[in-house]
């Protein structure tokens, strides 16, 4: 490639898919999850591990749903709200963003309401996301971030077969508070070990 040349960047659209499992169905935000989404990133209780402050606006779920749209159309990753299959409640969110095609890497996410907690529903949602990840985008590797207080995610991703690497020191500061954050790495191989079944997409 001539001196100075830009790397060509492109960009397509990666549509956000709908997901199965026993227990939960996985599929693309949309407007009517505004008030849904408000009410669990403003539980301070709730929040008291991420890495941002609890919302205080509406607004702040309405740009959340906006910038859903605006992943899945630059095909970085995807945003899915998260339902139970028996009643259709919804009770959180997970994601795989920041996808990278050439180093084959992306970062998992996930937060779910604390009524939601202890039931198995964070492994079984974040299971159904990697299942369609190392799939569908050719994963080499998924990382994830968990503050080193919350003992409950952390096994969350030891379950799915992520393996801790390292310790980021004092790489937050929200509200004045400082804190620590483990970093939690899974590679295809591993996952092929731990793969969950019972997963279909819609």
């Known amino acids: 490639m001539p001196q100075g040349s830009a790397v060509p960047q492109f960009v397509m659209c990666l549509p956000t898919p709908t997901l199965r499992t026993?227990?939960?169905?996985?599929?693309?935000?949309?407007?009517?999850?505004?008030d849904s989404m408000f009410a669990l990133r403003s539980n301070r209780h709730l929040m008291r591990y991420w890495d941002a402050p609890p919302w205080t606006q509406r607004a702040h779920a309405e740009r959340f749903i906006a910038v859903c749209r605006e992943i899945e159309q630059e095909g970085s990753g995807a945003r899915l709200a998260i339902d139970r299959a028996v009643d259709g409640v919804f009770i959180g969110w997970c994601s795989l963003v920041k996808w990278n095609p050439v180093y084959r890497?992306?970062?998992?996410?996930?937060?779910?309401?604390?009524?939601?907690?202890?039931?198995g529903?964070?492994?079984?949602?974040?299971?159904?996301?990697?299942h369609w990840a190392f799939a569908t985008l050719d994963l080499?590797?998924?990382?994830?971030?968990?503050?080193?207080?919350?003992?409950?995610?952390a096994r969350v991703l030891e379950k799915l077969g992520?393996?801790?690497?390292?310790?980021?020191?004092?790489?937050?500061?929200?509200?004045?508070?400082?804190?620590?954050?483990?970093?939690?790495?899974?590679?295809?191989?591993?996952?092929?070990?731990?793969?969950l079944g019972c997963i279909s997409e819609a």
Do not use: M
């Not at 529903?121 to 990697?130: H, K, M, R, S, W």
């Not at 509200?175 to 591993?190: A, K, M, P, T, Y």
């Open 140 to 153: 080499n590797r998924v990382e994830a971030d968990v503050d080193t207080r919350n003992t409950a995610s």
């Open 105 to 119: 890497s992306a970062k998992l996410g996930y937060c779910l309401d604390d009524a939601a907690w202890g039931q």
């Open 22 to 34: 026993a227990r939960l169905r996985l599929r693309p935000f949309r407007d009517a999850d505004t």
């Open 121 to 130: 529903f964070a492994t079984e949602a974040t299971g159904a996301v990697l």
């Open 162 to 195: 992520f393996t801790l690497e390292g310790t980021l020191r004092e790489d937050c500061i929200v509200d004045g508070e400082i804190s620590d954050s483990w970093v939690f790495g899974l590679l295809r191989r591993e996952w092929r070990q731990h793969a």
